[in-house]
């Protein structure tokens, strides 16, 4: 019996999505510039694929962002445990504090500052987007729970605390507070209404 030969013979097997978006991640976090070639390259597959997933460079950095964070947060909420506004505001701060340490972030940042500015902070981008509903959907949790009432509507609160965090974590450097994580706690607590001692 002839054995039947799958795929293309000499062409490695082909990757996934997943595969790429891991392999840019590890570039991210180990403060390396995110290659779509290079990943192409090393995975075997043509740009053409590449292009197909994710259209552009900067779409495919943003969803390593996107969902590095989303990670993050939902496993930073689990560590942080309790309920209630206090729950929410330890789980933010704690996340804001890992992303303004986070050494791939500040690389990225230094070096290409404008378009990691639009990647991170657009409303039409996919960071900005998926972490107001990441939030929003943990204070619904709590909500849901009976542990907190928001208030102003969630979708409201959850986009002011995202945009806060830009402010302070990314943006705001002329104004002294770029990474003054202990300054946006404080404003986060504020809109919460957790009051700190």
């Not at 946006?184 to 009051?195: D, H, N, P, S, T």
Request: glycine share 8%; proline share 4%; with cysteine.
């Amino acid at each position: 019996m002839t054995p039947v030969i799958t795929g293309r013979p000499g062409r490695p097997a082909a990757s996934t999505r997943e595969a790429a978006l891991e392999l840019a991640s590890k570039r991210f976090l180990a403060c390396e510039r995110i290659d779509v070639q290079a990943i192409a390259r090393e995975l075997g597959l043509a740009r053409a694929t590449m292009h197909r997933w994710f259209q552009t460079r900067e779409m495919l950095v943003g969803e390593v962002l996107g969902t590095l964070a989303e990670a993050r947060l939902l496993a930073i909420r689990e560590q942080i445990g309790g309920n209630g506004a206090r729950a929410l505001l330890e789980t933010l701060d704690r996340f804001n504090r890992e992303v303004a340490a986070t050494p791939g972030m500040r690389a990225l940042l230094a070096q290409e500052q404008e378009r990691a500015l639009r990647i991170l902070t657009s409303s039409a981008g996919l960071v900005q987007p998926r972490n107001v509903a990441s939030i929003a959907r943990l204070i619904d949790a709590e909500i849901d729970s009976g542990h907190y009432v928001a208030p102003i509507p969630v979708d409201v609160l959850a986009y002011s605390l995202v945009r806060l965090g830009e402010a302070f974590i990314y943006n705001d450097a002329l104004a002294g507070i770029r990474g003054d994580t202990d300054r946006l706690r404080q404003v986060e607590a504020a809109l919460l209404g957790v009051r700190e001692q």
